[in-house]
């Protein structure tokens, strides 16, 4: 035989394989491609020509493959940009250069294209007894339609499921398929910030990605399995779409265990849609704990042809009862991150079930057991491995319909093209019990929107009931829901800034969600908790050697070089990822201290790309951990079993008495017995300790274990103390601190103004503590930085500039000014009371030479260098100058007290000796005097 023959047979049948059931051919390699930017397309009839030239491989995305116009300021992109001062701004001019065109908003691709663009291939047909050719796409982006030699087959645009084409009746040979696909919102608007579509994550990319193969089939087929377990029982209700009305035949149905072994064969007359299938052995069922997986094949024998098909699916029961979700009839909690489809090196998701076990990995090594897709839906792949390993899914049906052009209840397109999407989903991955959760999409617009959603949910809730519902994510209240997904449990909200309950009230850990959930007569889950922001990791711009790049980063850290603060990156993002911490640890704790809550869905455990920028994950936009905490630090407040306890407060004197309550909140596979310990330390010495035995428990929040007290008498000196509670392997723990009574030295002169005691004190060569009245900063020195103790929340680009503008402290501990006031790094709650009055000074207009005793970490968009506490020679006069006011203080403000009373020491001894010289009037110029 000719060497070249039979090499080309061995490559044609090594793409046309047979899986047993069916036979396929693969379409994955070299494909011809046009661009068709001026829409001619359609017009000059390329459905009937013949490409040449232009090359792509297939799985793939235009801008993979080099294809697309180059970013510029006039790129017309998919998505909302808030802040639009990278357009004009003098501040980016550098970055809307041809050349160095850099974005703030989000990671920018390497080429960008928005249109039509049309792929061809030529491939022979085999001979085949096979009656019908499928043509199944995975994955395109999106609107996509098929001529084969010419003659239409169809289009379709789900953006959430397989593209699925019936060819023609064709002979074996040639013959050309072109493929023309759209990704314009023209003709249906999910919206142009829905996480289906938006360049804020995974890009509006174009192209075909996952698996692509034509496939053989008899012309009486199965086209898909629903497996849906009959509640209460371990029956099952198996549904069959077919490929038509059935002729006399069987269809046999055979389930197999994990290790292959069939646990029952029944079989039934062909032409029904759905069978009830009693199963004579008890099966396992499927959860977080025992994600047990069984296949069952299906077998259509008609007319003397034989199809088979099988899935994978698992035995499960998800419902409400009363204001619990439950699983298996035992109640639940949902601890969810949202994925908001950020994939940086490909710009589209990963079709493969090992990358999304990796990410699952993730979620579930820091405790999550719930992933919300926002306003998108992942391919199969996804469902798989979260089968495999009991993660709970919600997906909603690509849509974020809150634009002008984009509402749903108006009888726009939106409207029924959100029940196709929807139930393109429920039929296609609905054999999946990780698929549990279900709503339109996120956050809606539209004054018919109630409504709407009213009827949608009634709609599915019947159409498919082993699935739970809800309206929007975020919002409105849909009475007939299955359960309530909204922003009222957590810390902070949009729009309330200072005023939020973390800013605004002094810590402590007796709170709870209680009376809210109370209102709300069933599951009540908190929608988008946290948003905490840490500063950019500047290390990671490496790590985006793919499609999509960190120029938005680059910008940021080019801006902190030019204000001479380059080598403060990594302690910026350190001391900053602690305070972020903090407060995750305080939103999740307080929602696990309520009784009834459903659950909560983190904006996220991995950092988000888009939007203005917004890197509020404890994981970078890789799923890789950022440094500062680790997954089992985090898992002590976010995992099956959480220890809390119930503190008043988290500063003290020393002739209180502490009174703390530990609880425990536990959703575990067992019951929970045994002994919680607990123990109170100062550094590593035991001051008190004890434990409590547990009366077993289970599927329960915030169960009292015992009260804990302590005289706080016999402490000497400032502390910090540290609340421990242990159970096994399982712990967590609360830091407060312990002052003794301050006494104030009257020695250094203290003013909250430069007045002319101040002035001849400075003079003589003595020393001034120099505190800033509240709001005194001018707006040239920083008056208008908003100062809070809380994190920056989502990022202000974003959100208009909302309050707080920093990122916390960062603290040289080790300075003598601080020797009195127990204090790390980074912001920690005995911070609150200061930074709750604090101005951010902006120490350029102080000296570039000065080095803070207390830096406030500002915003990466801004990167100015702001000071807490600084010292300065002024003449032969020592000032010391402190941007929250220590002057005027209550008996409460024990911080602010210890403060003062740790600065004047400092202050009184030798070791006060500023290096760093400026004249009277620099520091008279930072006030609005």
């Known amino acids: 035989m000719d060497k070249l023959l039979h090499i080309g047979l061995l490559l044609f049948y090594l793409l046309f394989t047979t899986t047993g059931f069916s036979q396929k051919l693969d379409l994955s390699g070299t494909w011809q491609v046009r661009v068709d930017s001026m829409d001619l397309g359609l017009k000059d009839r390329w459905f009937e020509q013949t490409f040449d030239g232009y090359e792509i491989s297939l799985p793939g995305s235009l801008t993979e493959n080099g294809y697309g116009r180059d970013v510029t300021v006039s790129t017309p992109w998919t998505g909302e940009i808030l802040d639009s001062s990278w357009y004009n701004a003098p501040r980016y001019t550098e970055y809307r250069q041809p050349g160095n065109i850099k974005i703030p908003f989000w990671l920018q691709p390497m080429k960008h294209y928005l249109g039509a663009a049309w792929y061809q291939r030529e491939i022979t047909l085999p001979e085949t007894t096979n009656e019908q050719i499928r043509l199944f796409l995975e994955r395109p982006h999106w609107q996509t339609t098929v001529w084969i030699d010419g003659v239409s087959v169809g289009s379709q645009n789900s953006l959430a499921t397989p593209h699925e084409f019936y060819l023609p009746p064709v002979t074996d040979g040639k013959h050309v398929i072109t493929i023309r696909i759209d990704n314009r919102l023209d003709t249906t608007d999910v919206g142009n910030s829905a996480h289906s579509v938006s360049d804020n994550t995974q890009t509006n990319w174009n192209g075909l990605v996952g698996s692509l193969y034509l496939e053989f089939l008899p012309d009486y087929h199965i086209q898909q399995i629903g497996v849906y377990p009959i509640p209460n029982s371990d029956d099952l209700t198996i549904a069959l779409k077919t490929s038509g009305a059935a002729p006399s035949g069987m269809v046999l149905f055979d389930v197999f265990d994990p290790s292959g ?4 064969s029944t079989q039934f007359p062909a032409g029904d849609s759905a069978y009830h299938v009693k199963l004579p052995v008890p099966l396992f069922h499927w959860d977080e704990f025992t994600p047990h997986l069984y296949t069952l094949r299906a077998e259509l024998q008609s007319g003397g042809e034989v199809h088979n098909k099988e899935v994978r699916f698992g035995l499960r029961t998800i419902d409400t009862e009363g204001r619990q979700i439950t699983l298996n009839n035992r109640p639940i909690f949902l601890r969810g991150t949202l994925d908001c489809a950020i994939f940086p090196k490909t710009g589209y998701p990963p079709t493969h079930v090992e990358a999304w076990k990796s990410i699952f990995e993730t979620v579930k090594s820091y405790g999550l057991n719930h992933v919300r897709y926002h306003s998108w839906c992942p391919p199969e792949a996804a469902f798989d491995a979260a089968d495999e390993m009991g993660v709970y899914l919600q997906v909603e049906a690509s849509a974020w319909a809150n634009t002008i052009t984009s509402k749903i209840g108006d009888g726009n397109p939106i409207d029924a093209y959100i029940y196709d999407e929807t139930r393109d989903i429920l039929d296609t991955y609905g054999h999946h019990p990780s698929l549990c959760l279900i709503a ?27 699935r739970i519902y809800t309206g929007g994510a975020g919002w409105p209240f849909v009475p007939n829901a299955d359960f309530y997904l909204h922003a009222g449990p957590r810390l902070q909200h949009w729009g309330a800034g200072l ?15 209680d009376e809210l959930i109370e209102s709300i007569e069933m599951p009540y889950i908190s929608h988008e908790m946290g948003q905490w922001c840490v500063y950019p990791d500047f290390e990671e711009i490496s790590e985006y050697t793919g499609v999509l790049k960190a120029n938005n980063f680059e910008i940021f850290q080019e801006e902190l070089r030019r204000k001479g603060l380059g080598h403060l990156a990594t302690s910026y993002l350190d001391a900053s990822g602690q305070l972020q911490v903090l407060c995750y640890k305080a939103d999740m704790e307080k929602s696990m201290r309520t009784r009834e809550m459903a659950g909560f869905q983190l904006l996220g455990l991995q950092d988000f790309s888009g939007q203005g920028t917004a890197p509020i994950g404890v994981v970078n936009a890789f799923w890789q951990p950022k440094g500062y905490v680790t997954s089992d630090e985090f898992k002590s407040f976010c995992d099956t079993t959480v220890l809390l306890a119930r503190l008043p407060k988290r500063t003290y004197t020393t002739d209180e008495v502490l009174e703390a309550t530990l609880e425990i909140s536990h959703y575990g596979q067992e019951n929970l017995k045994g002994n919680v310990h607990w123990s109170i330390l100062a550094a590593d010495v035991v001051l008190d300790a004890g434990s409590f035995l547990i009366t077993p428990f289970n599927r329960k929040s915030a169960v009292e274990q015992g009260s804990i007290t302590l005289d706080l008498s016999s402490i000497q000196e400032p ?10 392997e399982i712990s967590n723990e609360w830091d407060f601190w312990v002052y003794p009574e301050v006494e104030i030295s009257d020695e250094i002169y203290h003013s909250n103004w430069l007045d002319k005691k101040a002035r001849k004190v400075l003079r003589k060569g003595g020393g001034v503590l120099y505190s800033l009245p509240k709001n005194s900063l001018g707006k040239q020195a920083g008056g208008d930085i908003g100062v809070g103790f809380s994190s920056i929340f989502w990022n202000t680009a974003y959100t208009s500039g909302q309050k707080p503008h920093t990122l916390g402290i960062l603290a040289n ?11 790390s790094y ?29 830096r406030i970490i500002d915003d990466w968009f801004e990167n100015r260098d702001l000071g807490l506490l600084f010292e300065v020679q002024v003449g032969k006069g020592k000032l010391l100058v402190s941007s929250v006011d220590l002057k005027n203080l209550g008996s409460d403000q024990l911080p602010s007290r210890q403060m003062l009373k740790s600065l004047i020491a400092y202050m009184a001894s030798d070791a006060f000796q500023p290096e760093v010289k400026v004249n009277l009037m620099t520091i008279e110029n930072l006030t609005n005097e």
């Open 499 to 513: 005023s939020s309950s973390i800013n605004s009230l002094p810590p402590q850990t007796m709170d709870d969600y």
């Open 440 to 466: 339109y999409g996120n956050e809606p617009g539209g004054k018919n929107q109630k409504d709407y959603l009213t009827e949608y949910v009634r709609y599915f809730q019947e159409y498919d009931p082993t």
């Open 813 to 823: 501990p080790d300075h003598p000014a601080l020797r009195e006031f127990p204090t």
């Open 826 to 854: 980074h912001s920690d709650w005995q911070w609150w009371d200061l930074m709750s009055r604090a101005s951010a000074i902006d120490l350029d207009k102080v000296s570039p030479d000065l080095k803070p005793i207390v």
């Open 261 to 264: 072994e069939r646990v029952i």
């Open 719 to 728: 502390q910090i103390l540290t609340l421990k509670a242990k159970m096994g």
